[in-house]
């Protein structure tokens, strides 16, 4: 992907989440009690920048703060792959799982606004083979 598919579509990607429940959750959690730079939403952004990249390491996420719109959405200049490996293990679960049903809530409210009352299914690709052959 070039530099404006990062720069067009990571605001789409950030967009629908509800930072005021995210940041309720966070205090609620005493996530960010300590932190500095890494806070939880940051972290988030980045963890999305990652997704949308398809970055293979927290090497590959913190090479990606050269970009200078990064660094304004985010907050900081530079994170070291240690310090994004401490976040991932002290992350608390919880917070995570609340974004995830706030957005799968939001999802199902504009099914059924556009009359759609389909099932939202929701599939775990990391357990998937993928057929690379094809």
């Given at each position: 992907m070039d530099k404006n598919t990062r720069k067009s579509s990571f605001g789409k990607w950030v967009s629908p989440i509800n930072t005021k429940k995210l940041m309720e959750q966070v205090e609620k959690n005493k996530q960010d009690s300590y932190t500095k730079k890494l806070t939880t939403e940051a972290?988030?952004?980045?963890?999305?920048?990652?997704?949308?990249?398809?970055?293979?390491?927290?090497?590959?996420?913190?090479?990606?703060l050269i970009d200078d719109e990064l660094q304004k959405i985010l907050g900081?200049?530079?994170?070291?792959p240690s310090q994004l490996s401490r976040k991932n293990n002290e992350i608390n679960p919880a917070i995570l799982s609340h974004l995830f049903l706030d957005l799968v809530c939001k999802i199902k409210g504009i099914h059924f606004k556009n009359g759609k009352n389909m099932p939202l299914k929701i599939i775990d690709s990391s357990t998937l083979p993928l057929n690379l052959t094809n």
């Open positions: 972290y988030i952004k980045l963890l999305l920048l990652a997704q949308l990249q398809k970055f293979d390491s927290l090497e590959e996420m913190s090479d990606a900081f200049e530079s994170i070291s």
